[in-house]
Each structure stands twice: as C-alpha cells, then as structure tokens.
C-alpha cells in the first residue's frame, strides 16, 4: 500500500492491480489527507456544480474492439457487402445493426459508402426484436435494401432485399471436437450439428475433424427462402456432401438437413453450438423428443442439456388451460415483417370468434410488463411473432401470454396436445404441415354447446354460438338480449361491460352540466413558491385557481 501523503497513484502497475471500486476509495482517502489539497478542492471531489457537469467533454478514442484492431472489414465483410450494392444497383441502403455492435455502426457506414456511393441509413432501435428485419424502419427512409448484421432468425420477409450478414464470432474449432468427442463416445451416434448463425463460420472446419470419425453426424446448412429476396454471404454457408436420393430432407428455422430413409428427427441427438438463449430454447421446445448437447465458444466447455423440457411443457400446458378458462383475448402484434402475419392474425380473430371469445388487436412494439398492466379487461394475450420471441416467459406478467399455436389448442378442440410443439405460425396456416381446421358446425342445428372442467378454478365451461350467425358472418356486438322480460337491443361490448363493473370508471365530462368560462391566468412559479405567496395574508384566503 501507498503512504499517506503521497499525491497520487502515479505507478501504472499498482494501478492496474487494484480493482476498480479499491481504485476509487483509495483516491478519495489520499484526496482528504493530502495537505496540498485546499478545502475547495476537497468539496469539488464529493459535489461538483451543475455547469461543470453540462460542459464536462468526455474522451471515447480509448474505447478499443476488435473490429477497430483492423478486423472490421473482415468480421462485418464489407468487401461482399459492397458486391451485393453494387451488382444490384442500390442507392439507399438500410442498415440495421443490433445494440451490441451499435459502436461499430458509423464505421462501417463510412466504409460501404466510400466504396459504392450508395447512401445508408443506420437503424439502431428496431421495433421488436433484433433478430428480426425492421423493414418497417427501412421504408420509413424509402430504402432500396436491408443489410441486416448479426444474430438473426432467419424468418422469411417479403418488402425489400435482404442480405445477412451474421459476423465471425471467434470460436476454438479444436476444442469443439473435442467437447464433441467427449460427449458422444459411441462413433455410431446420430447426431444433427446445430448452430447459432454467427459462428457459421467456422462449422465447414469442424465437419472436416468429425467426419472420418463420425460417418452419421448430419451438419445443418443455412438456407433461406429466395422467394423473398434474402441472401447470405457464401463463406457464411456450409458445403455438405452429396445426399443420398432417399435422404428425407427437413427444412425448419432456416436450417436445412436430411435424416436417412426410414428415421425420423425423434432418432438423433442434437448437438448445438452457442450460447444459452432464444435459439436454444426455440430447437429444444420443437424437437422436445431429442437429447441436446451443447458447446459454449465463450466458456470453451461443453455439456448436456440439463433444462426439463417436460417442466417447460408443463408450464405452457397451464398457459393453454389458462387461455381456455379466458373470455377476452388481446393479439399481440410482436412482428411487422415476418411473412403472413396478418393472414395469422385473421386465423386467430376466426377461431377467437367461433370459439365464443371476444378479441382485441394491439400494436404496441416492444412488449413489457407496464404497458400490459393498462388492458386489466383482457384475460389471456397471444403473442404473433418469430418463433424465437413468441416463447415469452410471462411469469412476470399480470395475464398469461401464450403462442398462436397454444391459443388454437385452447380453441379448436379437434387439435389435441400430443407433446408436438409447433413455435412457427405459418406451420398453423392452411397447407402449413401442422395446419388443423376448424370444425365444421351443422346448419341444421339450432346452436352447439359443449362443457368441460377448468382444470385450474374446478368450474365448468360451457361454450354456446348460435351456428348460423358463424356461417352467415352476423355475429357483431350488438344482439338481441332479454331484458325487463321485453325485448330491446343492447351492446354487449366484452370490454364496456368490464368498464362498468369498475368502482371508479374515470373523470365525469358532465357534457352541458357545466358552464363556459373564459380563459383565466393561473399562477405562476412552482409549488414551493408562487409568485404571489409573500405578499400578504391576503392571498392565503384567495382560492386557488386552475393553473
């Protein structure tokens, strides 16, 4: 330790070996027995003024990352990028980078500019998720193209071109054969390699150490749908060997791999590489069936999947029964540019309606708990977005938030729970590979009316709709109701009838109860000290008037 008295910590290394919170309290000792300090000095320390902290600068050129060491036209492949610009003839240029590589942003800008002479727009913010193509954002700059970077799900978009570009997350190919190895003795294994997109990179490598010793591992290959318009930088793609013509090939999550002849997804294990989060999860919940290992490039350790998955089924199990007891449902809008999310949208208004539900659409952006809390009328939400962010663990939440495919088992009781997980919506849409249609009701029946027991309040359900108003399209919130043993028309608005039950129902406008007056100035200054306080007890019996 330094002795009193001393000015200052002027040895680097006796710096850099105390820690930072150790760094700060041995500074402000030295500075309160330091004699050559003055007492002003010793004040400025512990409160500095307001004007020093509005024109205080502060210096960022230390802020060091690996892209500014020289990488950066590597690890955001700016050279590819400026290809896709030019052959296509851009001139604005969208593009949108998630908050961790935000720093980086300005750089990359300058450069694609400099190179093609195209203009380019920085989105920061998206509107949901950063996995996500905010072609929303992009249009609102009149953009040509998206050039999306870094972590992404891969989710079909149909308004602009796209190209990704996933970056080169720096990973130990060795040691991930090794973990490998380790995991999977038998050299016989199943095994399908699953990736996170930023370490795609690397997988042509490790297939090369795994293949002579495992001949039945199966490397997935990231695809998208060209349909769309999307691109992906050829060095981010894997060469897979040629398939055999009664390999059954699956493409999901936009990853494309074959199983042999006569197995199916359930008979291999799957081994992911990347860090625990939304991409793991939403391959864990689809593929329940199958045993997950993992490599974490960061830690540079490999495991076994821990997570029970029949807990996490269990829980959104409950969600489902939840969403049946729930007689008004909120549609989350967590998307604007995944393909057909309004076609979804319109399926689940459809089921809500013949299901004897009422709904109500919202579009909010990014979803948390306060901005729910304000709809308390709302019993159930049901999210529609990419199958990453529609897992939301609502456990926070003052109303359960389920999945499109949740809330149709709720509705459509010709769809059972059978352990299957669909995370994807457009599996629901008719032609979808897990599409189930709605029962056909019988004309000739007056009205269908099925009960059941709520598996969480022991009450019994009944769900009536008169059959011919869902074929002819005239159930509307308005209907004929009994009352006073007369007939009259009433609403039957699900959230005014909520309204009405309240104990306060908001302030009374009392329309042409109140006189007009003229505009009157109010007072003026703050509540500690009006203008006109201090004058006299005169203005402490004067009422007070509307500010």
Same mark, same amino acid.
């Given at each position: 330790?330094? *002795?009193?008295?001393?000015?200052?910590?002027?040895?680097?290394?006796?710096?850099?070996?105390?820690?930072?919170?150790?760094?700060?309290?041995?500074?402000?000792?030295?500075?309160?027995?330091?004699?050559?300090?003055?007492?002003?000095?010793?004040?400025?320390?512990?409160?500095?003024?307001?004007?020093?902290?509005?024109? +205080?600068?502060?210096?960022?050129?230390? &802020? +060091?990352?690996? =892209?500014?060491?020289?990488?950066?036209?590597?690890?955001?492949?700016?050279?590819?990028?400026?290809?896709?610009?030019?052959?296509?003839?851009?001139?604005?240029?969208?593009?949108?980078?998630?908050?961790?590589?935000? #720093?980086?942003?300005?750089?990359?800008?300058?450069?694609?500019?400099?190179?093609?002479?195209?203009?380019?727009?920085?989105?920061?913010?998206?509107?949901?998720?950063?996995?996500?193509? $905010?072609?929303?954002?992009?249009?609102?700059?009149?953009?040509?193209?998206?050039?999306?970077?870094?972590? =992404?799900?891969?989710?079909?978009?149909?308004?602009?071109?796209?190209?990704?570009?996933?970056?080169?997350?720096?990973?130990?190919?060795? %040691?991930?054969?090794?973990?490998?190895?380790?995991?999977?003795?038998?050299?016989? =294994?199943?095994?399908?390699?699953?990736?996170?997109?930023?370490?795609?990179?690397?997988?042509? $490598?490790?297939?090369?150490?795994?293949? $002579?010793?495992?001949?039945?591992?199966?490397?997935?290959?990231?695809?998208?749908?060209?349909?769309?318009?999307?691109?992906?930088?050829?060095?981010?793609?894997?060469?897979?060997?040629?398939?055999?013509?009664?390999?059954?090939?699956?493409?999901?999550? @936009?990853?494309? /791999?074959?199983?042999?002849?006569?197995?199916?997804?359930?008979?291999?294990? !799957?081994?992911?590489?990347? %860090?625990?989060?939304?991409?793991?999860?939403? /391959?864990?919940?689809?593929?329940?069936?199958?045993?997950?290992?993992?490599?974490?490039?960061?830690?540079?350790?490999?495991?076994?999947?821990?997570?029970?998955?029949?807990?996490?089924?269990?829980?959104?199990?409950?969600?489902?029964?939840?969403?049946?007891?729930?007689?008004?449902? @909120?549609?989350?809008?967590?998307?604007?540019?995944?393909?057909?999310?309004?076609?979804?949208?319109?399926?689940?208004? $459809?089921?809500?309606?013949?299901? @004897?539900? *009422?709904?109500?659409? /919202?579009? !909010?952006?990014?979803?948390?708990?306060?901005?729910?809390?304000?709809?308390?009328?709302?019993?159930?939400?049901?999210?529609?977005?990419?199958?990453?962010?529609?897992?939301?663990?609502?456990?926070?939440?003052?109303?359960?938030?389920?999945?499109? /495919?949740? !809330?149709?088992?709720?509705?459509?009781?010709?769809?059972?729970?059978? @352990?299957?997980?669909?995370?994807?919506?457009?599996?629901?849409?008719?032609?979808?590979?897990?599409?189930?249609?709605?029962?056909?009701?019988? #004309?000739?029946?007056?009205?269908?009316?099925?009960?059941?027991?709520?598996?969480?309040?022991?009450?019994?359900?009944?769900?009536?709709?008169?059959?011919?108003? &869902?074929?002819?399209?005239?159930?509307?919130?308005?209907?004929?109701? #009994?009352?006073?043993?007369?007939?009259?028309?009433?609403?039957?608005?699900?959230?005014?009838?909520?309204?009405?039950?309240?104990?306060?129902?908001?302030?009374?406008?009392?329309?042409?109860?109140?006189?007009?007056?003229?505009?009157?100035?109010?007072?003026?200054?703050?509540?500690?000290?009006?203008?006109?306080?201090?004058?006299?007890?005169?203005?402490?019996?004067? #009422?007070? %008037?509307?500010?």
């Amino acid at each position: 330790m330094m *002795k009193t008295g001393q000015k200052g910590l002027n040895d680097e290394e006796e710096r850099a070996a105390l820690p930072k919170l150790t760094w700060k309290l041995v500074c402000t000792v030295f500075l309160c027995f330091d004699p050559e300090y003055s007492c002003q000095k010793m004040t400025d320390a512990f409160s500095s003024s307001s004007e020093a902290v509005l024109q +205080r600068t502060v210096s960022v050129s230390s &802020i +060091r990352t690996a =892209s500014h060491a020289g990488n950066l036209l590597q690890l955001y492949q700016i050279a590819e990028t400026c290809q896709f610009i030019t052959s296509n003839q851009f001139k604005k240029v969208a593009l949108q980078f998630p908050d961790e590589l935000l #720093p980086d942003a300005v750089r990359v800008s300058v450069e694609i500019e400099k190179e093609t002479q195209a203009k380019t727009f920085i989105l920061g913010d998206t509107s949901y998720g950063s996995c996500c193509v $905010d072609e929303v954002a992009a249009e609102h700059v009149r953009a040509d193209c998206i050039v999306h970077y870094g972590p =992404s799900c891969l989710s079909p978009h149909r308004r602009l071109p796209l190209l990704y570009v996933f970056g080169k997350r720096p990973i130990d190919v060795q %040691q991930c054969a090794v973990a490998f190895k380790e995991l999977y003795p038998d050299h016989q =294994s199943h095994v399908i390699v699953l990736y996170d997109v930023t370490y795609s990179h690397a997988i042509g $490598d490790l297939r090369t150490l795994l293949h $002579d010793i495992y001949p039945n591992v199966v490397v997935s290959l990231l695809k998208t749908d060209h349909s769309c318009g999307a691109e992906l930088i050829e060095d981010s793609c894997v060469d897979i060997d040629h398939r055999n013509s009664q390999d059954r090939d699956i493409f999901k999550f @936009g990853r494309e /791999f074959s199983v042999k002849a006569g197995q199916s997804v359930n008979n291999y294990s !799957m081994f992911y590489i990347g %860090q625990e989060g939304l991409t793991l999860t939403n /391959f864990m919940m689809t593929w329940n069936q199958c045993a997950f290992s993992s490599f974490n490039p960061e830690t540079h350790t490999g495991r076994v999947e821990s997570v029970q998955i029949n807990k996490a089924l269990m829980k959104r199990y409950y969600a489902i029964e939840r969403a049946k007891d729930a007689g008004v449902v @909120g549609i989350l809008v967590g998307t604007l540019g995944v393909s057909n999310y309004l076609t979804i949208i319109e399926q689940l208004k $459809d089921i809500i309606h013949k299901a @004897g539900k *009422k709904s109500y659409m /919202f579009a !909010m952006g990014k979803i948390n708990v306060p901005k729910l809390a304000n709809f308390l009328e709302i019993d159930v939400y049901v999210l529609v977005a990419c199958p990453e962010n529609s897992l939301l663990n609502s456990s926070e939440f003052y109303r359960p938030v389920v999945t499109p /495919f949740e !809330m149709e088992l709720a509705c459509n009781k010709h769809r059972e729970w059978t @352990g299957e997980y669909v995370t994807d919506f457009r599996d629901l849409l008719p032609g979808g590979r897990s599409h189930v249609g709605f029962p056909e009701r019988d #004309p000739s029946a007056i009205e269908e009316e099925t009960t059941d027991v709520s598996l969480i309040t022991g009450a019994l359900r009944t769900c009536s709709t008169t059959s011919l108003e &869902i074929i002819n399209g005239t159930s509307e919130s308005s209907s004929l109701v #009994p009352r006073n043993q007369t007939l009259t028309v009433a609403n039957t608005n699900t959230a005014a009838s909520f309204l009405s039950g309240r104990s306060w129902q908001g302030l009374e406008p009392k329309l042409g109860q109140t006189p007009v007056v003229k505009a009157v100035e109010g007072r003026r200054g703050i509540a500690i000290a009006y203008e006109e306080e201090g004058a006299g007890n005169k203005d402490a019996s004067t #009422p007070l %008037q509307n500010s």
